[in-house]
């Protein structure tokens, strides 16, 4: 089992707790996790509930920041005594290296980083970009962590941040929106609840864990159900319709990479 650095976990809702339950399966060293509510943790690591009661001695080499934008800059300066000699990877959507810096000051390392949750099964996909004080062996560090939960792309530059938030930071809901509204449509044309759900769910999961273990562009996968003058493409034609998915989609993306760089500071 790989060993994982020792981690200062700030903030353990839906993508804290993701990457941490990813990283307890790939064998995490001590850990400490700062969360204000209940929290099992199986041994050597350790919950407490504030910043407070982190251990003065601990030396963890990274500190996730997982809690909300908004949260952070009043823990910030909580988390002085540890920050010496550990990386900052921060997971805060939007937040940019720029905002980081003002936080922590010039020197301290950082890393920003936009996982998503599949990360819990060690499916996930981070966008990654360091600031310029982070050392090729903290990159190094940085990378094992993340890629202990999935996939890991090193942007060439910030700029890309925003977009990539919008595609695989955020696509999760897009594929849970897409499983719901085939639910709904199939209950709207007649399916009982219980057979719409089944082959809403069963066909999302099957179609994506078929796309991961194919060597197949998507394209060529779609194709492969849609026999000419079949059925599928009479539903493709009108989904691939420049004013359908082309479009919607990429209003959506748009819209979501704009909120990602409002939310920068
Ligand atoms: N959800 C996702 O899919 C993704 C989220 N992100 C980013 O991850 C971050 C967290 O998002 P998400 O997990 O969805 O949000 P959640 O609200 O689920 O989690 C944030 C957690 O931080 C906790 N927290 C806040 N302040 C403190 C504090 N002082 N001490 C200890 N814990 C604290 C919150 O506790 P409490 O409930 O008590 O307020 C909560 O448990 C955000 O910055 C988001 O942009 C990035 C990629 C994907
Ligand atoms: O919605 C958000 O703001 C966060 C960032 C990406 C996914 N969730």
Redesign the pocket.
Known sequence: MANLPSILL?????????MLKGWLKKGLETSVI????TLELPSPHQHV???AEIPKAFKPKAII?????A??A??IPSLAPWTKEAVILS?????DLTWLKNQFGDQQPVVRV????PSELGLGMTSVVAGPTVTDQQKQLADDLLHAVGEVAWLDSEKEMDVA?AIA??G??YIFLLAELLQKVGEEKGLSTELARLLARQTVVGSAALLGNSSQESEALRKAVATPGGITERAVNVLIDSKAWPDSLSKAIQAAADRSKEMAS
């Open positions: 700030i903030g353990c809702g839906h993508m804290g707790h993701a700062v969360h204000r509510h509930q504030s910043t920041l997982a809690m909300k934008p949260q952070a009043e823990i997971v805060l959507g939007g937040r936009m996982p998503n949750t938030t930071g955020c999760p809901a």
